[in-house]
């Protein structure tokens, strides 16, 4: 069972549909029993960074969060991503779950923000497992942005700048854009991710 | 860079979608969630949904439709029509829509589009405008383009931008229906004055419109409804026009 992580931060339905085609049950649930049950934990949303942790915080979640991507593959989506790093910096200094080092500012580009629309991916340290995304079109909508080390970026966009696009540390992963809204690319996406993440259990750093 | 958008429209009035927004002559062309999810397959980029309901069940039945669109629908998705209040935009982002096209009621009650823009983001508010040739200006119409409210269309858009609009969905009365080509000099001058991504909508009747409107101004996306619905093109065939042309489109 994939858990999908239930914390009052956007509508998720088609995250679900899109792991249920791919022949998975889901739950959508913040039971911390269910999520240790879960085979893998899906981290999404949408909104402030800073209201998220806040969100994450009142449900007791953090901890258990960090536990769980020890154990299991993790995946966290748009302002989920972002949610891996250390800190943001989106309405005042906040902590994210550190499971991947770096951190979520603003992006820095002449061009408009939000980046939103369909965003082209470049495959990033010659990842093999992604390399058939090379170009392929994703749905973006953020403000914000990762700033890590090149060691942790599987794709990047341009958008007047380098913005992270997929993350990965171990079986811990992120995507900035929306899979469940990138048409069959997003879904396949999904799937590469399901499949990494079975062969490889490497340990996050 | 960022793509240029192609997006099928769908008027949906109780339920159904339909052609024309006229009683005469109305025609049922099939399920909105299954139309939008076939479009999303084969290509749409978004899609946008406009419900022309009468009745409070039609609009409901919309809120229906949006839940399940946002279950089987890969795409990002817009719904526009009848959208008065901000518990309307609250309840139609809540069942899933990605975004929220506000048109008369955002010019009789602006503050609609700063309210949903603080509350809900920017990224989710598209302000539409049905503009309409005067003189040497454009001005704002609203009851489905019949009803002239005076203001400027191009002031309106940067006022419209100024409160927290995050995309201007632009149709010309003037080409809509005529299908020889979008509104060039219209959708030039609001791309011009807003830095907010611009749809064109309104005068599509071949695939070639698109890359005509996509070379010759700085539009983000362009609209269409009756040469997708009624099967003349598909929006794979827009794409590869489009492809051909040099345009930077998501391949279908």
């Not at chain 2, 008065?84 to 309840?91: F, M």
């Not at chain 2, 010019?107 to 700063?114: D, H």
């Amino acid at each position: 069972m994939i858990a999908i992580v239930d914390y009052g931060m956007g509508n998720v339905a088609s995250v679900r549909t899109a792991f249920e085609q791919l022949g998975y049950e889901v739950e959508i649930t913040d039971s911390i029993d269910r999520l240790e049950a879960a085979s893998h934990i899906i981290l999404p949303g949408v909104g402030s960074f800073q209201a998220a942790v806040q969100e994450i915080q009142e449900r007791n979640l953090a901890e258990p969060l960090r536990k769980l991507a020890q154990e299991k593959p993790f995946l966290g989506i748009c302002l989920g991503m972002q949610l891996l790093f250390d800190k943001g910096y989106e309405n005042g200094v906040s902590d994210g779950l550190g499971l991947i080092p770096g951190e979520v500012t603003r992006i820095e580009t002449t061009y408009i923000l939000p980046h939103i629309g369909w965003n082209q991916l470049q495959i990033e340290n010659d990842n093999q497992a992604f390399a058939a995304f090379q170009e392929k079109h994703v749905y973006f909508v953020h403000s914000f942005q990762a700033r890590t080390a090149q060691k942790y970026l599987v794709a990047t966009a341009d958008y007047g700048t380098q913005v992270p696009g997929i993350v990965q540390n171990g079986h811990v992963y992120g995507m900035q854009f929306h899979p469940e809204k990138s048409g069959e690319v997003g879904v396949e996406l999904l799937k590469v991710f399901l499949e990494e993440t079975k062969s490889d259990r490497r340990q996050i750093v | 860079m960022i793509a240029k958008r192609i997006i099928p429209c769908l008027d949906v009035k109780e339920g159904k979608v339909v052609k024309g927004t006229n009683f005469v002559g109305l025609r049922e062309l099939g399920d909105p969630v299954e139309m939008a999810s076939n479009y999303s397959k084969t290509g749409a980029d978004e899609i946008i949904f406009l419900d022309i309901s009468a009745t409070n069940e039609g609009r409901q039945t919309m809120v229906e439709i949006v839940k399940q669109t946002a279950e089987q629908v890969f795409v990002p998705f817009t719904v526009g029509g009848g959208v008065r209040t901000i518990d309307d935009v609250t309840r139609l982002l809540q069942a899933g829509a990605d975004k929220v096209a506000m048109n008369s009621a955002a010019v009789n009650n602006p503050q609609l589009i700063t309210e949903a823009s603080d509350r809900f983001g920017a990224q989710c508010v598209v302000v539409a405008i049905d503009a309409k040739r005067v003189g040497e200006k454009w001005h704002v119409m609203t009851h489905g383009g019949t009803k002239d409210t005076d203001l400027d269309a191009i002031e309106w858009a940067k006022e419209a931008e100024k409160r927290g609009a995050g995309e201007i969905l632009l149709t010309s009365v003037d080409t809509d229906g005529v299908k020889d080509g979008f509104d060039i000099t219209l959708t030039e001058a609001v791309v011009h004055a807003v830095r907010i991504p611009v749809i064109a909508s309104g005068g599509v009747g071949k695939p070639e419109h698109f890359p005509e409107v996509f070379k010759k101004t700085d539009v983000s996306a362009g609209l269409a409804a009756s040469i997708f619905h009624e099967n003349t093109f598909t929006v794979k065939q827009v794409k590869d026009v489009c492809i051909n042309q040099g345009v930077n489109i998501r391949e279908a």
